[in-house]
């Protein structure tokens, strides 16, 4: 016996010997992979004052309508940040690709922190779900 953790997208490439009966098979292809997709950005300097491996959640209007942005703030000490998309809004990262993702991590962290992370902006990543290791976020 032997207990499988992996993705969801990627258990119909795992192979099993014995292999699976194909009712488990079937069940396997019909669960659902929930979208949460993770954008990192990266700065070229501190720009964002504080602590290393800080998470926040903070409520931003904009046009009439409230978001939660759900963020961890200088991962492992490095000068960034990885805003997380739950949902229907994950869906919409991916659909607008990696470019759009960064661009909205961006726009939310400036809304939270003022323009100023915008003139260290180095790079984002993001756009989970199309990814051949994963198969979902």
């Known amino acids: 016996t032997a207990i499988v953790t992996v993705p969801t997208g990627v258990m119909p490439e795992v192979g099993f010997a014995p292999p699976l009966s194909m009712a488990k098979r079937a069940a396997i292809g019909a669960l659902p ?13 501190k720009v964002i004052d504080a602590p290393a491996d800080a998470r926040i959640l903070a409520m931003v209007s904009k046009g009439g309508q409230a978001r939660v ?17 739950p949902g ?3 869906r919409q990262i991916e659909a607008n690709g990696p470019t759009a993702a960064g661009s909205t991590a961006m726009s939310l962290l400036a809304d939270i922190f003022g323009a100023k992370v915008r003139s260290t902006f180095s790079k984002a990543s993001g756009v989970w779900a199309k990814s ?6």
Do not use: C
């Open 33 to 45: 992979m929930a979208y949460y997709d993770k954008v990192a950005v990266a700065f070229s300097q």
């Open 69 to 85: 942005v759900q963020a961890l703030l200088r991962p492992q000490g490095h000068e960034g940040a990885i805003l997380f998309f």
């Open 88 to 90: 229907e809004e994950a």
């Open 132 to 137: 051949t290791n994963t198969w979902g976020s």
